[in-house]
Nanobody
Framework: QVQLVESGGGLVQPGGSLRLSCAAS????????MGWYRQAPGKQRELVAN???????FYADSVKGRFTISTDNAKNTVYLQMNSLKPEDTAIYYC????????WGQGTQVTVSS
């Protein structure tokens, strides 16, 4: 069973930065992809960014140039560096890993407000 543990959310002012982390654990991990989704109140969950095992990355248009996804393969950890944060980035951010099946973290709240 794969478990994902997220950290790094919080309250930040517009223009600020946050870094999210997600550590995957579980026997025999062979990760195909890891990524971050977010869900704002009243909206559907959306893909923010992901990275495939070969290193290819994808970003939603709304975060390109502001967010960077990276991994530490030795630690089975994925990071999301979020810069120039905007109020519309406010959401619960969920980590996702494709390891045979699809697994989700518990979510971490990111609030961008002055």
């Amino acid at each position: 069973q794969v478990q994902l543990v997220e950290s790094g959310g919080g309250l930040v002012q517009p223009g600020g930065s946050l870094r999210l982390s997600c550590a995957a654990s579980g026997g025999g991990l062979s990760i195909v992809a890891m990524g971050w989704y977010r869900q704002a109140p009243g909206k559907q969950r959306e893909l923010v960014a992901n990275v495939l095992s070969g290193g290819r990355t994808f970003y939603a248009d709304s975060v390109k140039g502001r967010f960077t996804i990276s991994t530490d393969n030795a630690k089975n950890t994925v990071y999301l560096q979020m810069n120039s944060l905007k109020p519309e980035d406010t959401a619960i951010y969920y980590c996702n890993a494709i390891v045979g099946g699809s697994y989700w973290g518990q979510g971490t709240q990111v609030t961008v407000s002055s």
